[in-house]
């Protein structure tokens, strides 16, 4: 059974950190492109990062020098790294195996003024 888990979202203030993780089971993580995207109310989902089988990250314009996504090829999880958080970064986090298709349930992060 495909399961992709996603956790470590909340409610910061603006300026703070957050660390989301995503563990994945069911599937061969190691040759997964791993993703991010986020969906705030009224929007559609965007792509905030990827990370490739390799290693090779590439991300939204608009988080860049702010986010950072990596991955535990061990551990099975990728996680994202979310520093000077805006309040438009408000949405719900969603986490994306490529190869698998599959989606976790998502984790909401909240950043207030």
């Known amino acids: 059974q495909v399961q992709l888990v996603e956790s470590g979202g909340g409610l910061v203030q603006a300026g703070g950190s957050l660390r989301l993780s995503c563990a994945a089971s069911?599937?061969?993580?190691?040759?997964?492109?791993m993703g991010w995207y986020r969906q705030a109310p009224g929007k559609q989902r965007e792509l905030v990062a990827r990370?490739?089988?390799?290693?090779?990250?590439n991300y939204a314009d608009s988080v860049k020098g702010r986010f950072t996504i990596s991955r535990d090829n061990v551990k099975n999880t990728v996680y994202l790294q979310m520093n000077s958080l805006k309040p438009e970064d408000t949405a719900v986090y969603y986490c994306?195996?490529?190869?698998?298709?599959?989606w976790g349930q998502g984790t909401q992060v909240t950043v207030s003024s």
């Open positions: 990370i490739t089988s390799g290693g090779t990250t």
């Open positions: 069911g599937i061969i993580f190691s040759i997964n492109a």
């Open positions: 994306n195996a490529e190869i698998a298709r599959a």
